[in-house]
Structures are given as structure tokens and as C-alpha cells.
């Protein structure tokens, strides 16, 4: 029987902000992926750039990972699913297949992947006798509503507002009385309201629009209206009655250990915790 106190450790959702980062490169940010895990279960939100590396510190890897999912298909949040992809092929005795939930479109990228691994699949099959199958991979696309994969972690989708980027959705974890959304880069809108009522925390794709309206470059400027600043992000997490708010996808990225002025920006709207940082940082969301 498990130990009561065991038992109760067990009973959260863990948050781990695996790539803090945005399109931008930068040495200390990998792109944006966020690891949900609850029980034994490991939920990949986003599969940006340098993913497996932070997967692997956090203790984890593409074989032990329930289900990637994704918020949409910008190339910023997918750029390493090729390598989730392989990773879990290779490094995985048996068949072992990838879940890979997502948006409309989703399926055709996840084929455009497997179309552009073809030699390496055939160089494999052909050199290693116990590996005689193609990476198995099953792709779920999702507008709204509950998603069924299996385990005792609730895992739903609602739309998020990123447009022209379309379709874009958020994700939603319910884990024995514990609850944490994950938004993707949206502003704020109706269906990630829906998604966040009742909720404990919102992890939130941010960019400081206080700064980048200020950039003269046209192409930075452009990225103002399908991104939610600090303030907006607070003000959803606000509305809903959450706990915790985390703060993720910095542009312009801050120093290691900064960041004092966007928790600042957030708390003037939002009244809870505000957890931000570098990649790996790692948030526990128990029951409240
Ligand atoms: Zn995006």
C-alpha cells in the first residue's frame, strides 16, 4: 500500500519550462516547450529549438513521454519535433509509438517530417536487425473539447487567438484535483478564458510589447498583435481566478536572474504567484 504522505507528494501537477526561449537564437534559451507531468504521465507542450537537451535535464527523454502536443504550428514551436520524432525511434527497444496531438495541419507536418527523415529511416532499417519499422507515430488533431489518451491525467484543448495563424489551440491538464493550462503564444480571447476557468495556473507565451513598439524594425513591430504582453497575460489569469501565472517566451530575452521588471508589469493585474526564470525552472501545482 502506498504511504499516505507518498500518496499526497504524488497529488500535483510539475511545470517545467523546458525552452524559455523565442525564434530569436540565444545561448542560454532553447526554443519554446514546456513539460507538464503528473503521476507518471509526461506531457512535451511545444518542441522548439534544442528540446531533447532540456528534456534530458530534466530527467526525462522522447521514450518517456506520453504525448506531445501542440499549440500550433509556427516553426518556432515545432522546430525539433523531427528530433522527438528519431529520439524516441531510436533510442526505444520496441515499438514504442509517438503520440503527437495538435491543430488542424497538424498531420500534414507531422508527413512532411517522415518525408524528409526517409534516408535516414531506410539507413537505419538497413543497418540494425531489430529495427525493421518506421518511426510509429500517431498524429491527433483537436479543435475543442476533451482528449482521450488513456491515462489519469484530463487532457483538453479550447482555441487560442493567434491569428493569421490559424488554427491555434491551448492545452489543459486536470490531475487529481490539480489544474495547470498551458496558453501558447495567443492574445487574449474568449476560448482561453473557457479553457482557464477554474484552473490553478496558466504558463503564457509573453513578449514585452513596451519595448518592441519602440524597435524600428518592421518585422519586430509585426509580432505586436498576435502576442500577449505581461500585463495581458496577468489580466487572463486575472479573470479566471488562478493561482499562479508563469511567465514563458521572453522577447527580449533577460539576463539570467532578471526579470524583476515583468513580474513587476504582470503583478499590477494579477494579485497571485508569478513564477518566471530561466530554462528548466520548475513550478509544483498542488491542489488547492
Ligand atoms: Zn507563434
Given at each position: 500500500?502506498?504511504?499516505?504522505?507518498?500518496?499526497?507528494?504524488?497529488?500535483?501537477?510539475?511545470?517545467?519550462?523546458?525552452?524559455?526561449?523565442?525564434?530569436?537564437?540565444?545561448?542560454?534559451?532553447?526554443?519554446?516547450a514546456?513539460?507538464?507531468?503528473?503521476?507518471?504521465?509526461?506531457?512535451?507542450?511545444?518542441?522548439?529549438?534544442?528540446?531533447?537537451?532540456?528534456?534530458?535535464?530534466?530527467?526525462?527523454?522522447?521514450?518517456?513521454?506520453?504525448?506531445?502536443?501542440?499549440?500550433?504550428?509556427?516553426?518556432?514551436?515545432?522546430?525539433?519535433?523531427?528530433?522527438?520524432?528519431?529520439?524516441?525511434w531510436?533510442?526505444?527497444?520496441?515499438?514504442?509509438?509517438?503520440?503527437?496531438?495538435?491543430?488542424?495541419?497538424?498531420?500534414?507536418?507531422?508527413?512532411?517530417?517522415?518525408?524528409?527523415?526517409?534516408?535516414?529511416?531506410?539507413?537505419?532499417?538497413?543497418?540494425?536487425?531489430?529495427?525493421?519499422?518506421?518511426?510509429?507515430?500517431?498524429?491527433?488533431?483537436?479543435?475543442?473539447?476533451?482528449?482521450?489518451?488513456?491515462g489519469?491525467?484530463?487532457v483538453?484543448?479550447?482555441?487560442?487567438?493567434?491569428?493569421?495563424?490559424?488554427p491555434?489551440?491551448?492545452?489543459r491538464?486536470?490531475?487529481?484535483?490539480?489544474?495547470?493550462?498551458?496558453?501558447?503564444?495567443?492574445?487574449?480571447?474568449?476560448?482561453?478564458?473557457?479553457?482557464?476557468?477554474?484552473?490553478?495556473?496558466?504558463?503564457?507565451?509573453?513578449?514585452?510589447?513596451?519595448?518592441?513598439?519602440?524597435?524600428?524594425?518592421?518585422?519586430?513591430?509585426?509580432?505586436?498583435?498576435?502576442?500577449?504582453?505581461?500585463?495581458?497575460?496577468?489580466?487572463?489569469?486575472?479573470?479566471?481566478?488562478?493561482?499562479?501565472?508563469?511567465?514563458?517566451?521572453?522577447?527580449?530575452?533577460?539576463?539570467?536572474?532578471?526579470?524583476?521588471?515583468?513580474?513587476?508589469?504582470?503583478?499590477?493585474?494579477f494579485?497571485?504567484?508569478?513564477?518566471?526564470?530561466?530554462?528548466?525552472h520548475?513550478?509544483?501545482?498542488?491542489?488547492?
Amino acid at each position: 500500500m502506498t504511504d499516505p504522505l507518498i500518496r499526497g507528494a504524488n497529488r500535483m501537477l510539475a511545470i517545467t519550462l523546458l525552452g524559455t526561449g523565442s525564434p530569436m537564437p540565444d545561448p542560454h534559451r532553447a526554443g519554446p516547450a514546456t513539460l507538464v507531468t503528473g503521476g507518471a504521465e509526461q506531457f512535451l507542450v511545444d518542441a522548439g529549438r534544442g528540446v531533447l537537451m532540456r528534456l534530458g535535464g530534466a530527467a526525462s527523454s522522447a521514450g518517456q513521454l506520453s504525448a506531445v502536443l501542440l499549440t500550433h504550428l509556427h516553426s518556432d514551436h515545432i522546430t525539433d519535433l523531427n528530433d522527438v520524432i528519431t529520439s524516441r525511434w531510436v533510442l526505444t527497444f520496441e515499438p514504442s509509438p509517438l503520440t503527437i496531438v495538435g491543430p488542424i495541419g497538424t498531420r500534414t507536418v507531422v508527413d512532411h517530417i517522415l518525408a524528409s527523415l526517409e534516408p535516414d529511416i531506410g539507413y537505419r532499417i538497413a543497418h540494425h536487425d531489430d529495427l525493421y519499422y518506421p518511426p510509429p507515430v500517431e498524429v491527433i488533431e483537436v479543435t475543442e473539447g476533451k482528449i482521450d489518451l488513456g491515462g489519469q491525467v484530463a487532457v483538453s484543448c479550447a482555441p487560442t487567438d493567434h491569428k493569421p495563424v490559424e488554427p491555434s489551440i491551448g492545452f489543459r491538464f486536470d490531475y487529481d484535483g490539480a489544474s495547470v493550462v498551458v496558453a501558447g503564444d495567443t492574445v487574449p480571447c474568449e476560448g482561453l478564458d473557457r479553457l482557464c476557468a477554474g484552473a490553478q495556473a496558466l504558463v503564457h507565451t509573453v513578449i514585452r510589447k513596451d519595448v518592441i513598439e519602440n524597435v524600428p524594425v518592421k518585422r519586430m513591430q509585426d509580432t505586436l498583435d498576435y502576442h500577449s504582453s505581461p500585463e495581458e497575460a496577468a489580466k487572463t489569469a486575472a479573470r479566471a481566478g488562478m493561482e499562479t501565472l508563469v511567465l514563458t517566451h521572453y522577447v527580449p530575452a533577460f539576463p539570467s536572474g532578471g526579470g524583476e521588471d515583468w513580474r513587476e508589469l504582470a503583478a499590477a493585474h494579477f494579485a497571485g504567484t508569478i513564477e518566471l526564470g530561466d530554462d528548466l525552472h520548475r513550478v509544483e501545482v498542488h491542489p488547492s
